[in-house]
């Protein structure tokens, strides 16, 4: 996405409105993360940092139209981890 902050961004399509939840479920312990909420218009809608590396979270935006939104993962302190992270949508 042009004009975000460097991460990994992924695009999902929602069919109907309702409330979306991004679980973060596996981390790097050295991770420091920020997960965002981002509509098609380029709109954050939700976005929480994690308070320490290694914490899993979970967002929730409401995603009251249906289209695309991004979910954002981003590494607070920039770096790069062998290890990987992984998470779930739930609508």
Excluded at 9 to 20: Q, R, V
Excluded at 69 to 91: C, Q, S, W
């Amino acid at each position: 996405m042009v004009g975000f902050a460097p991460g990994a961004y992924y695009k999902i399509e929602i069919s109907t409105p309702g409330t979306l939840a991004v679980v973060l479920e596996e981390v790097p312990v050295e991770m420091l993360t920020r997960i965002a909420i981002i509509n098609e218009d380029g709109t954050w809608l939700a976005s929480e940092d994690t308070t320490s590396p290694g914490q899993k979270i979970t967002v929730e935006a409401n995603a009251d139209a249906p289209g695309w939104y991004y979910i954002a993962v981003l590494e607070l302190n920039g770096k790069t981890h062998a290890d990987p992270y992984a998470f779930r949508v739930v609508m």
